[in-house]
Each structure stands twice: as structure tokens, then as C-alpha cells.
């Protein structure tokens, strides 16, 4: 009967994922049967955590983290819990040995939300480890295996992957992180007089992260490799998007790609996979 509640938690999680991102949850449909309930796992702890910093506006978000963050080890030690989602983290988390200082990483990016509303260019790239380069390693875990010297080899290009991802949705969610969360993450960036040397000068470190994320995409285990590579080409396209767009734009509407063009994507890497030219 336990597998039951097993069962029950990791279809909260990959519901949760579902809900909250259509891009990734097609992304990782597209893994190895093997991969998707970990993977699932992990995106539905993170969403979790983000929309009480985020979205929690009524209540008192400080301690709503605290709570959270103090369920979670507690979850991870007893190997239990009955809030769902931290259920099925807590599972994957000791089943495939995913180091605690990711954890910890992740939930100090979460707490800098809480109160930080501008940052330098050290601030900046402790968020971003936090907040996306660690869950790109906790992913990378789950990819890996158990196979230590694959991961560490893999490491920098899975960092790079996630920080190219989290700067892409910088610069798509401006407006919202501006305007109603008084957020911004672009270190000397004042978005009243956004500039198109400040736009090109975010997108050429933007560039640089997708061409690193790229070489470690091609060296991913097969099981991962394609559910990945989708969801870099998803990002890459939106990042093309981005760069088409006047920097007077930027506060003005939500940059995204339609359904129609998701279903492009998918069906293009498809056919580069079959003739393996990734």
C-alpha cells in the first residue's frame, strides 16, 4: 500500500509541473520513461518553493519558507512526509544522492526573494546559482545515474544550461518582476532608460551560456539527451525572440512562443535526432 501514496505524491508533482510550465513538461515527457517521475519530482519541489516568493503576497511568505525549508530535511531524514510534493523530492533526493548543499543553495535564492529587490554582480551570480544553475545539478544526478566522473564532467554545461534559462526569463518577465514584484536581477540596469547597449550586453552573456549548455547537451546519456535538448531549443528560440525585440518593447508584453511553435520545435529536433545531428 505504500506505493500507493508513492503513487499519489509523484502524480502531485508532475500535475503541479503541468499546471505551472507547459514547456518543461513536454521537455520531459520527451526523457526516457526511467527519468520523468525524478525529474517531475524535482521541478514540482521548485515550482513549490517559487510561488511562495512569488505569489503568496496575502500571507507571510518568511514564514511560509521557513516552514518549508525546515519540512524539507526533515522529510529528507525520515524518508517521509505528507505534504505530497516534498514527498516525492525527498524520494528522489535519496535515491539518486543528490547533494545537500544544492538544497541549500536553492532555498537561499528563495530567501534573497523575500527581500532583495536590486543586485551587484556578486548578489547576481549567487541567485542565479541558486536559483537555476542547482537545479539544473539536481537534474543532472537524476541523468547520471550514480555515475560520479560523468557528472562532474558534465557539471559547468549543466550550470551554464540552467543560468541561460533562469537570464532568458529575466529579460521574458520584466514587467512583472519590475513593475509588481519590484525585482531587478541585471546588475546596473535601471529598465526607466533601458537601453539597447544594456539589451545586447545581457544577450551576448546569455549567447555564451547556451553555446557552453550546447557541448554537454551532446554528451548526455541517451536518456537524457533529447528531453534536454528540446528544452534548450524551446529556450534558444525564445531567446531569438527576445533579441528581436526593441529594448522599449521589453516592459511592454510578455515575450513567449505559441503553441504552434512549440509544436515546430519539437517535431524539427525530432528529425535531427533520428539523423543524429543534434
Known amino acids: 500500500m505504500m506505493q500507493l501514496f508513492h503513487d499519489l505524491c509523484e502524480q502531485c508533482s508532475k500535475a503541479t509541473t503541468e499546471k505551472y510550465s507547459t514547456s518543461f513538461s513536454s521537455a520531459i515527457r520527451l526523457l526516457h520513461a526511467d527519468l520523468r517521475k525524478p525529474i517531475f519530482n524535482i521541478y514540482g519541489f521548485v515550482r513549490l518553493a ?6 503568496f ?30 514527498h516525492s523530492f525527498q524520494k528522489t533526493v535519496r535515491e539518486y544522492n543528490i547533494d545537500h548543499e544544492l538544497i541549500e543553495a536553492f532555498f537561499q535564492s528563495m530567501e534573497m526573494d523575500l527581500s532583495k529587490t536590486k543586485y551587484n554582480s556578486c548578489g547576481y551570480k549567487e541567485y542565479i546559482y ?32 540552467g543560468a541561460a534559462f533562469q537570464k532568458v526569463n529575466f529579460l521574458r518577465d520584466v514587467k512583472a518582476d519590475y513593475e509588481h514584484l519590484n525585482r531587478t536581477y541585471f546588475p546596473g540596469v535601471d529598465f526607466r532608460n533601458f537601453t539597447l547597449d544594456m539589451k545586447r550586453e545581457i544577450e551576448d552573456d546569455i ?25 534548450y531549443k524551446y529556450y534558444l528560440s525564445l531567446f531569438k525572440k527576445i533579441k528581436r525585440t526593441a529594448p522599449s518593447c521589453i516592459l511592454e508584453q510578455r515575450i513567449r512562443i505559441p503553441n504552434y511553435g512549440k509544436a515546430y520545435i519539437v517535431a524539427k529536433a525530432g528529425v535531427r535526432s533520428q539523423f543524429n545531428i543534434l
Request: aromatic content about 12%; overall charge negative; hydrophobic content about 40%.
Open 207 to 231: 549567447a555564451k551560456d547556451f553555446e557552453d549548455a550546447y557541448k554537454g547537451i551532446l554528451e548526455l546519456p541517451v536518456k537524457a539527451r533529447f528531453g534536454v535538448y528540446v528544452a
Open 50 to 55: 517559487d510561488e511562495i516568493v512569488d505569489t
Open 130 to 161: 541558486g536559483s537555476a544553475e542547482v537545479v539544473g545539478l539536481m537534474c543532472l544526478f537524476v541523468f547520471c545515474e550514480g555515475n560520479r566522473d560523468m557528472y562532474a564532467k558534465l557539471k559547468p554545461s549543466a550550470q551554464s544550461l
Open 57 to 86: 503576497h496575502e500571507y507571510d511568505k518568511e514564514t511560509l519558507l521557513f516552514e518549508f525549508k525546515k519540512e524539507t530535511y526533515a522529510s529528507i531524514e525520515r524518508g517521509i512526509s505528507l505534504n505530497p510534493i516534498l
